[in-house]
T-cell receptor, first 114, second 114 residues
Framework: DAGVIQSPRHEVTEMGQEVTLRCKPI?????LFWYRQTMMRGLELLIY????????DSGMPEDRFSAKMPNASFSTLKIQPSEPRDSAVYFC????????????FGQGTRLTVV | DAKTTQPPSMDCAEGRAANLPCNHS???????VYWYRQIHSQGPQYIIH???NNETNEMASLIITEDRKSSTLILPHATLRDTAVYYC???????????????FGKGTRLSVIA
């Protein structure tokens, strides 16, 4: 398996524009996580899914952020409208169900909102 | 919030053992200790995890104190490529009913020096 795949790797957009980040988890994994990383706040959990169902979205900073998982092999994180303070690296991770499993991370999407 | 405390930075000479401490004094009986590392600009990478016994794999060793309130990650022969931020996490194990996501603290920035 190629691991967790995120696209795009880099995104530069203007304030107010809609941004969509994409993630393909490892095949067969039941859990999918979205994280955001900034220098100030470190790695923050935004939301996670189990079997395509959102379990906890308490980390989503504002209503401008939304995430979907329409099927087991694809998830999106959307920001509308984007703001400069949304600039960060966004990571997606996936893991198997079970008590003794590790999470595998993608390479991240570096988002810059100007 | 992260339930772990780590020193912000450490140095280690190349070829020597790197010992990274982690305090998790409020750990519960059903929580595992996980270690990840993040090399600059990449996604976090799983290293090792354990419940109460010491663990060893091809990357590192994990020593957990008998009271489970602290642990040490040991890289036996550090190389320049081990320079990274190392994160210690605790994660609830819920058996086959599922698991909980990783919550990251600030980690320890390990610099391996030639």
């Amino acid at each position: 398996d190629a691991g967790v795949i995120q696209s795009p790797r880099h995104e530069v957009t203007e304030m107010g524009q809609e941004v969509t980040l994409r993630c393909k988890p490892i095949s067969g994994h039941d859990y999918l996580f979205w994280y955001r990383q900034t220098m100030m706040r470190g790695l923050e959990l935004l939301i996670y899914f189990n079997n395509n169902v959102p379990i906890d979205d308490s980390g989503m900073p504002e209503d401008r952020f939304s995430a979907k998982m329409p099927n087991a092999s694809f998830s999106t994180l959307k920001i509308q409208p984007s703001e400069p303070r949304d600039s960060a690296v966004y990571f997606c991770a996936s893991s198997l169900r079970g008590y003794n499993t590790e999470a595998f991370f993608g390479q991240g999407t570096r988002l810059t909102v100007v | 919030d992260a339930k772990t405390t780590q020193p912000p930075s450490m140095d280690c000479a190349e070829g020597r053992a790197a010992n990274l401490p982690c305090n998790h004094s409020t750990i519960s009986g059903n929580e595992y200790v996980y270690w990840y590392r993040q090399i600059h600009s990449q996604g976090p990478q799983y290293i090792i995890h354990g419940l109460k016994n010491n663990e060893t794999n091809e990357m590192a060793s994990l020593i957990i104190t008998e009271d489970r309130k602290s642990s040490t990650l040991i890289l036996p022969h550090a190389t320049l490529r081990d320079t990274a931020v190392y994160y210690c996490n605790v994660r609830v194990a819920r058996g086959d009913s599922g698991n909980t996501p990783l919550v990251f603290g600030k980690g320890t920035r390990l610099s391996v020096i030639a």
